[in-house]
């Protein structure tokens, strides 16, 4: 099971289709809520990376509140935004600030 985890995590395209899940963080995940076109979760660490696959693109990616800007890569705070076949996203999303994160679209 943890190398099946492992790998929808290095490899997102793994995961099910048409569906929210938050698959990897670089920190320890805390508390995940999903919602119609949105997710909330806490991390134990303030700065840490997280790679989710979801069914909408993100409108809005915030850390404690403050808007996060859409990157080339993840060197800096922010998050990538990649489209899969069918309408899905793998975000990847690094934060520096705070454990609190929201994801709308």
Same mark, same amino acid.
């Given at each position: %099971? !943890?190398?099946?985890?492992? =790998? %929808?995590?290095?490899? *997102? +395209?793994? &995961? *099910? &289709?048409? =569906?929210d899940?938050?698959? !990897?963080?670089s920190s320890v995940v805390q508390k995940v809520q999903y919602? $119609?076109?949105g997710i909330d /979760?806490?991390?134990f660490d303030v700065a840490a990376i +997280?790679?989710? !696959?979801?069914?909408?693109? *993100? @409108? !809005?990616?915030? =850390? $404690?509140? &403050?808007a996060l800007r859409v990157r080339s890569d993840n060197s800096e705070e $922010? /998050? @990538?935004l990649q489209p899969l076949p069918g309408g899905d996203w793998i975000i990847r999303v690094r934060h520096v600030?705070?454990?609190e994160l929201s994801i709308r679209g």
């Open positions: %099971m !943890r190398h099946f985890q492992w =790998a %929808m995590g290095a490899v *997102p +395209e793994f &995961a *099910p &289709a048409h =569906a899940h938050l698959l !990897r963080s919602t $119609g076109h /979760y806490r991390t +997280e790679v989710l !696959r979801l069914s909408f693109k *993100p @409108t !809005r990616i915030t =850390a $404690g509140g &403050a $922010g /998050y @990538t600030t705070s454990g």
